[in-house]
């Protein structure tokens, strides 16, 4: 008996027997004693219940031991255009990438295999990319069912695109399509997946401080501003490299030729002027290529510091003028009044009349006491001769 060894593989386990380091079978459980006088004998046992079998002999084992393997592993090969994803119990355990091969244990875990052609597409299932984010997303490495896993981050490239947002899919670095709001999620084998992610609500552009000349060499530094929205933005981007470096641009030429082509005054009197030629250079061309400019306007005109003292000197001489001219306009409306009240009096003794009573009523609204004499006639009598 000293020259035997015993070697027990259990119910959940399943043995490789090697005889001078030499396979020679599997073995199922139970238990086994080899004469070792000449032979050296040696068993691997692999717990059945972490399915995922990783050994250097795996590929000589498929081809040598067919019939075995057929019938101990569950086999999962892919084609150079496909994925498939192995589930152990139904939880997703692995990522078999295209060209590759993977032998699983038959026993008390449940597999079952999900194949995916690329071919067909690179686009997975929401519902399916959300579980297979939730995995650890670990590459093959150390031993056991955590260091198995090549499932998550590795295999999958997902890009969630918030509400008012589109999102742009390249493949191979060609724009292929728009995607809409949500989750997308594609392979990361074969061609190479980039989303970039465009927001589709109303937006501000600035252009700041432009130092332009006008027509009458007079340097003006200009703030402008525009809003703006994509309407299309797979053809904008598929049109321009960078359609806001683009816009930018533009709005730079159109505010130089509205402000080159006129004088300093005619800006200040029509500042809108800006605002329309600018409007006019960027909206039609950039409403075809997918990028609608809804408003276009001038924010701050700075002048320099000497040009500010003239116009305000220019502007104090014009309100004083303008001061001047309602002064002598009130002036004469005053006198004319005066004559035209003088000729009805003349002609119209009742309102001559009234026009002294009005007069004396002045006259006494000052006076304390008042002695007439030879009643009220002879006051006005005296009155007008003291008039006269």
Known sequence: MLYFRKFIVRKHERGLLFKDADFVRFLEPGTYRFNTLRKRYDVQCFDVTEPAFTHPLADYLVDAQREDVERLFTVVVTGDSEVAVVYWNERIAEVVRPAERKLYWNGPVAIRV????????????????????????????????????AVGRRAVYAEEIPHGHVGLLYVDGELTESLAAG???????????????????????????????TRDKVSLRINL?????????????SAAKDPLDHLYKEMQFGLRAAVGTRTLDALLEDKSAIDRVVAERVG??????????????????ILPGDMKDLLGKVVE??????????????????????????KVMESNAVALRLKELETLEKVTEKVGNLSVYGGL???????????Q
């Open 114 to 149: 999900e194949r995916f052609d690329l071919e067909q597409g690179l686009a997975i299932d929401a519902k399916l990319a959300k579980r297979l984010l939730a995995e650890p997303g670990l590459a093959a490495g150390p031993e056991g069912l955590a260091g198995l896993r």
């Open 183 to 213: 989750l997308h999620a594609f392979w990361t084998y074969g061609p190479s997946v980039r989303v970039d992610v465009v927001d589709l609500r109303v937006k501000t552009l600035e252009v700041q401080g432009q130092e332009i000349l």
């Open 225 to 237: 501003a525009a809003t703006y929205r994509f309407t299309d933005a797979q053809r904008a981007m």
């Open 284 to 301: 039609p061309p950039f409403a075809e290529i997918g990028i609608a400019v809804d408003s276009v306007g001038v924010k701050d005109i």
């Open 317 to 342: 001489a014009e309100k004083v003028a303008q001061a001047n001219v309602i002064r002598r306009r009130e002036e004469t409306n005053a006198t004319r009044s005066l004559l035209n009240t003088a």
């Open 377 to 387: 006639d002879g006051v006005l009598n005296e009155l007008v001769r003291l008039k």
